[in-house]
């Protein structure tokens, strides 16, 4: 089979530089709606390393189809099954396309959350046990989504998808370095009001291991610390449903109130359990080329100049604890074309309008990254 080079040179920073496959390791390619030959590249990829490569084909109208009818006897030898597998793995390389990303808006909430909960501990295990990285494949749909040609989309995408990565090191450290002696937070911006501490929790930089795009730095805040109000102004799709300007309102650490365009579905999502009104995220945004929303959250929430900050499960990593079947990337854009908004670490000035103040911080803004790549 003759293979688009790009492919090719996705594949190889996958198996390579995102999840540094070594011989004998087992990995799994999880492949979502996805072209065979980009399945077949990634498999040469890992075989050229010496790793050991197992494939799971899947399709978005199966999957609904599947959770429309979804027992929970089923799903729990499923998830048996699933963690049983993934288990033997080294790594997981999971690739999702869809050409409707509202496949499953109508499968009811009830069993969303039931497969969510079900399902959870192999999530947890793949997350926090095994080196992987998850990124979308580009389709009409997701060009649409962006309000661009399919032809200009694809070469958008591989092009953040193979940016030079090694180039955010040093801007990363000096940011999570900075993050990790920080215990006050503070953020403002059109209708953002925010306080937080992140004292003792840590920090870890995002450069294309997990996430593809990737450009991010994140953090959690102390669980009871936040207090205030967020208006987040990237728009968001999750469990099949779309959200525009979703506000947060924080007593204690917890969500007292929650509003958007889909008031009622947002906060059911919000009621799955104890631990979604709590946030288990906080973290920065720095990807060079992505600077306008379009409704995909690994794209999103890597955009130039913005936030996000997370209800739900915290990563065991730069943790604060908080346990839950939601992990939402709420994505908050501050550069000047978006209303703009600063960011202060204790009380000194990091971001103003999407931009890093501090001149350690300088290389993380879109002006370096973009001249070298």
């Not at 591989?158 to 090694?166: E, P, W």
């Not at 915290?314 to 908004?341: F, L, T």
């Amino acid at each position: 089979m003759i293979i688009d080079p790009r492919f090719t040179q996705l594949a190889e920073g996958l198996t390579g530089f995102s999840t540094s496959l070594g011989k004998g390791e087992r990995v799994l390619i999880d492949a979502y709606d996805v072209p065979d030959a980009m399945v077949i590249a990634l498999m040469r990829a890992a075989r050229a390393r010496g790793a050991l490569p197992f494939v799971q084909i899947q399709r978005a109208r199966i999957a609904r189809e599947m959770a429309v009818g979804a027992e929970p006897a089923q799903y729990e030898s499923l998830s048996e099954i699933e963690l049983a597998r993934i288990r033997q793995m080294d790594a997981y390389i999971a690739l999702r396309g869809s050409e409707n990303i509202f496949e499953a808006s109508d499968v009811p909430s009830s069993r969303v959350q039931l497969l969510s909960r079900l399902m959870k501990p192999v999530t947890d295990h793949r997350v926090n046990k095994t080196k992987w990285v998850v990124l979308r494949w580009p389709t009409p749909a997701m060009a649409q989504q962006a309000s661009m040609s399919t032809e200009a989309f694809e070469d958008f995408y591989f092009k953040v998808c193979t940016l030079d990565y090694a180039r955010m090191k040093p801007g990363m450290k000096a940011l999570a370095d900075l993050m990790r002696r920080t215990d006050r937070v503070h953020i403002t911006g059109p209708g953002t009001d925010l306080q937080f501490s992140i004292k003792g929790i840590g920090a870890k930089e995002c450069g294309g291991q997990y996430n593809i795009p990737d450009g991010e730095v994140f953090s959690c805040p102390v669980k009871d610390s936040v207090e205030g109000v967020v208006q987040y102004n990237a728009p968001s799709v999750y469990l099949g449903s779309s959200f525009d300007n979703i506000r947060l309102v924080f007593r204690k650490g917890r969500i007292v109130e929650a509003t958007s365009s889909n008031t009622r579905r947002l906060n059911e999502i919000l009621d799955s359990d104890a631990g979604a009104r709590s946030v288990g995220e906080f973290a920065l945004g720095f990807n060079p080329h992505i600077l306008e929303p379009m409704r995909d959250i690994l794209f999103d929430e890597k955009i130039a100049g913005s936030f996000h900050f997370t209800p739900g499960q915290a990563y065991e990593e730069c943790g604060n604890g908080n346990k839950s079947q939601v992990h939402w990337d709420m994505v908050c854009i501050q550069r000047p074309d978006h209303g703009g908004g600063k960011i202060w670490f204790d009380g000194k000035l990091v971001r103003r309008d999407g931009l890093f103040v501090p001149r350690s911080l300088h290389r993380l803004n879109p002006g370096y990254l973009q001249a070298g790549s």
